[in-house]
């Protein structure tokens, strides 16, 4: 069996089992359905009055500029909710026999990888149906929904790799305030409830050199149909995976040398 | 309040109390991660108080109520937490062969959430008032904003209780924590009542009982004295803890059956 061969193998075992703990319990598929739809009914319901502030001129209305939010925050907890499931399979020894068993263990990190972003699209899913139903405009042709998409996969596969990276090293779920709280701080420090422009003071100079700044921007000029950013953003989505996935990479060294 | 009872509830507190101050991951998430979201949203949407009708214009003033429900969630997963891990443990076991009565044991456990609502709302209050909020009421008001707040927080507390006695489990208290984020986030929480402009997240919003914890700290920091809006506070407050006690009051029985 090729190299590439084994490693698929090994991901597509690891991927399976992963999903199918997350589709059969209750506790882990709700969390990642319910906090993005709920986030996205605060936002766009409760701040709708925001799309009327002297200043803010999106063309698509606030739900869509939301929803792109929520959309790449998604994709973001999608990948540290999966580290949480990394963490745990190493912290009750399943991960270990997994090191064991594996002929190619960067499968291991693939097969979580492929599981994140099976769980995500479940969730992208569901919330853009949601979103239709409650009258979402969507401007942006085919070709700029796609692009969207392809952007949090990107924001998916490189949270991912973070949390990875994250659980490898300290193999214990007590290692999920470390995966949760940077995503966290990093997403809510970029434009959220209005654009960059209307940003002022501190949180204007912390969103002007944040790199989720420009995902976001190009997310929604993608569903405006008036695209913007966009080398800059897959430019950015694409060095965020590469850089992570060195960083999995050290963890699962890490895991190795700890045996 | 006899001899014995005031002994056994005073002992159980001091337990309370020394386990709440040992665990700085019990109190620093809920002092940091409440004044995060403040900063980021008093930034964010500060141009929300251009909107006509809004009540002032220092939208941190607005926000500043917000940390104080924040706080009593937390306080939710901290007193549940705690006593989930004594039925885990056996400890509940061991008490419950002694001649302690079930009153005193729930509100020890509450001396817990107590201090922690203290520190808590000095702690947002004063944060808040360094980085520029108001306070209409004055320093008596600075009071009541403290009481009001240690009331919402051992309030929410006997919720926690309730949850760990019915359920047992440290992990199943942790998942409550998302259902009562639900609540904050389809309250008037980012915008008064009057600017929820989406007719369902109005009404929603209307019927939430948080939506009117919310307006009474509203009422000290952006009106000044406004006694019915205070009564409001303070009766939902006494409301929730009355029914939590009496249902975490049922469960104790039960799980004393139990074990």
């Known amino acids: 069996m090729s190299r590439a061969a084994g490693i698929a193998a090994v991901a597509r075992a690891v991927a399976w089992r992963s999903i199918h703990n997350f589709l059969t319990n209750p506790a882990f598929l709700l969390p990642a359905v319910m906090f993005p739809l709920f986030f996205f009914i605060s936002f766009a319901g409760g701040l709708a009055a925001i799309g009327e502030v002297p200043g803010f001129d999106f063309p698509s209305g606030y739900t869509a500029f939301q929803f792109v939010f929520v959309l790449l925050q998604s994709a973001a907890f999608g990948g540290v909710f999966t580290g949480f499931a990394m963490a745990r399979d190493f912290e009750s020894g399943f991960g270990r026999r997994y090191m064991l068993a594996a002929g190619h263990r960067s499968g291991i990190v693939a097969g979580y990888a492929l599981a994140a972003l099976i769980r995500s699209f479940i969730t992208w899913g569901i919330l853009t149906a949601v979103a239709l139903i409650a009258g979402m405009n969507v401007s942006g042709s085919a070709g700029e929904i796609i692009a969207l998409y392809t952007l949090a996969i990107l924001v998916n596969v490189a949270a991912t790799m973070w949390a990875a990276g994250v659980a490898l090293r300290v193999r214990s779920i007590q290692g999920g305030p470390l995966m949760q709280f940077p995503t966290f701080l990093v997403l809510f420090l970029a434009p959220v409830y209005v654009p960059l422009d209307l940003l002022s003071g501190w949180i204007h100079a912390i969103a002007s050199i944040n790199p989720v700044t420009a995902l976001l921007e190009a997310g929604r000029g993608f569903i405006s149909g008036d695209p913007v950013l966009v080398g800059a953003a897959f430019a950015i989505g694409i060095t965020l995976v590469a850089l992570f996935t060195l960083w999995a990479k050290g963890g699962l060294r890490s895991a190795e040398a700890a045996g | 309040m006899s001899g014995s009872l005031s002994i056994q509830v005073g002992q159980l507190a001091r337990r309370s109390v020394l386990r709440t101050l040992r665990q700085p991951a019990q109190i620093v998430p809920a002092l940091v991660f409440p004044l995060f979201l403040l900063a980021v949203n008093a930034s964010g949407l500060q141009d929300a108080t251009e909107l006509p009708g809004f009540p002032t214009d220092s939208y941190l003033t607005f926000v500043l109520a917000v940390p104080f429900i924040q706080g009593a969630l937390f306080s939710v997963m901290n007193s549940g937490t705690d006593l989930a891990r004594d039925i885990e443990t056996g400890f509940l076991n061991r008490l419950a062969l002694t001649p302690l009565r079930g009153a005193a044991l729930l509100s020890g456990l509450l001396a817990g959430s107590f201090l922690l609502g203290v520190v808590q709302a000095a702690a947002y209050l004063s944060v808040g008032l360094l980085a520029g909020a108001e306070l209409a009421a ?113 469960a104790l029985k039960t799980r004393l059956v139990r074990t």
């Open chain 2, 138 to 250: 004055g320093p008596a008001g600075a009071l009541v904003i403290l009481a009001l707040s240690v009331c919402i927080t051992v309030a929410f507390g006997t919720i926690g209780l309730f949850a760990a006695l019915r359920f047992g489990s440290g992990e199943a208290v942790q998942g409550l924590f998302p259902v009562f984020f639900v609540f904050l986030f389809l309250s008037s929480m980012a915008l008064p009542l009057d600017l929820l402009t989406t007719d369902w997240f109005h009404a929603i919003a209307s019927a939430n009982p948080i939506s009117y914890l919310l307006q009474a700290f509203r009422s000290l920091l952006i009106e000044g004295w406004n006694l019915g809006e205070l009564a409001l506070g303070f009766g939902i407050a006494a409301a929730i803890f009355t029914v939590g006690m009496l249902a975490a009051t049922s």
